[in-house]
């Protein structure tokens, strides 16, 4: 069974910088994509960027384009969202997902059975 816990959270200022990970374990990964969503009170969670784990192809939201990086280190079955240049329109919470690749559309949350808790991110302005 796969298990993602996502932490690195928190508050910052607007122009900051943070970093995100999410622990994976039930493994291994090689067939599976995974992603970060965003959630804010009353909006449907939303695409941030996804990679695929084995081949590292990435794909991002517009918005995340030029400011967020998504990454993964297979050493250790961890995944990163590395977020600079934060607005007060980023705050949100934000969960990562897996998928095996081929099931569904990587921009549709329907299409991810496993997801970690969410971690809150705030800026301020």
């Known amino acids: 069974q796969v298990q993602l816990v996502e932490s690195g959270g928190g508050l910052v200022q607007s122009g900051d910088s943070l970093r995100l990970s999410c622990a994976a374990s039930?493994?291994?990964?090689?067939?599976?994509?995974m992603t970060w969503f965003r959630q804010t009170p009353g909006k449907e969670r939303e695409f941030v960027a996804e990679?695929?784990?084995?081949?590292?192809?990435?794909a991002y939201a517009d918005f995340a384009k030029g400011r967020f990086t998504i990454s993964r280190d297979a050493t250790n079955d961890t995944l990163y969202l590395q977020m600079n240049s934060l607005k007060p329109e980023d705050t949100a919470v934000y969960y990562c997902?897996?998928?095996?690749?081929?099931?569904?559309?990587?921009?549709?949350?329907?299409?991810?059975?496993?997801w970690g808790q969410g971690t809150q991110v705030t800026v301020s302005s």
């Open positions: 997902a897996a998928r095996t690749i081929g099931a569904g559309g990587g921009t549709n949350k329907e299409s991810y059975p496993y």
């Open positions: 039930g493994g291994p990964f090689s067939k599976y994509a």
């Open positions: 990679i695929w784990w084995r081949l590292e192809i990435t």
